[in-house]
T-cell receptor, first 115, second 115 residues
């Protein structure tokens, strides 16, 4: 069974700083997807970034980038030039590439961007 | 494009009562999911539909939970009778079709409090 672990329950950073959220996972699969989802206080879960395990290049989306280390089963999210609107819960998630498309979520990291 | 709609947004009931949640997915999305998100945890999949058929309900407590998607569009999730531990946010998500590459889009959720 797959598991996703986020070891940082809560983090705070000043606006405009860079912050990195950690995530590790466990799987015996070789092909899979990894995600970071953002859930602001409104509770609408929004996909931030997605990484396909067979791609060596780290995914980037504007100020968001990941550091994907397949051998170490690590998938961290870096937010550059953080903004107040980045305040939210962030969930790391895993999905197998083939078969069921069930998403396994971590417990989340609550991120506070301070003015 | 309208997003995933859910109602009600909040519901407070007493234990042993019944409750129902409604979800309207994005137009044209064949795949629909119901998740349970207990406070402090990531979402956990309860049931997955492809059109009006159930793909996965392995984590649905079938003695008290039921869900249907009769016409392959809207879906309802019912709890009867509710227990204290059912207090959670219930998220609905949808995607175009049952392939891994597609993105799941989430609704705002229904927050249930069982007293």
């Amino acid at each position: 069974a797959q598991t996703v672990t986020q070891s940082q329950p809560e983090m705070s950073v000043q606006e405009a700083e860079t912050v990195t959220l950690s995530c590790t996972y466990d799987t015996s699969e070789n092909n899979y997807y990894l995600f970071w989802y953002k859930q602001p206080p409104s509770r609408q879960m929004i996909l931030v970034i997605r990484q396909e395990a067979y791609k060596q290049q780290n995914a980037t989306e504007n100020r968001f980038s990941v550091n994907f280390q397949k051998a170490a089963k690590s998938f961290s999210l870096k937010i550059s030039d953080s903004q107040l609107g980045d305040t939210a819960m962030y969930f790391c998630a895993f999905m197998k590439h083939a078969g069921d498309d069930k998403i396994i979520f971590g417990k989340g990291t609550r991120l506070h961007i301070l003015p | 494009e309208a997003g995933v709609a859910q109602s009600p947004r909040y519901k407070i009931i007493e234990k042993r009562q019944s409750v129902a949640f409604w979800c309207n997915p994005i137009s044209g999305h064949a795949t629909l999911y119901w998740y349970q998100q207990i406070l402090g945890q990531g979402p956990k999949l309860l049931i997955q539909f492809q059109n009006n058929g159930v793909v996965d309900d392995s984590q649905l407590p079938k003695d008290r939970f039921s869900a249907e998607r009769l016409k392959g569009v809207d879906s309802t999730l019912k709890i009867q009778p509710a227990k204290l531990e059912d207090s959670a946010v219930y998220l609905c998500a949808s995607k175009v079709r049952l392939v891994s590459q597609e993105t799941q889009y989430f609704g705002p959720g229904t927050r249930l409090l069982v007293l």
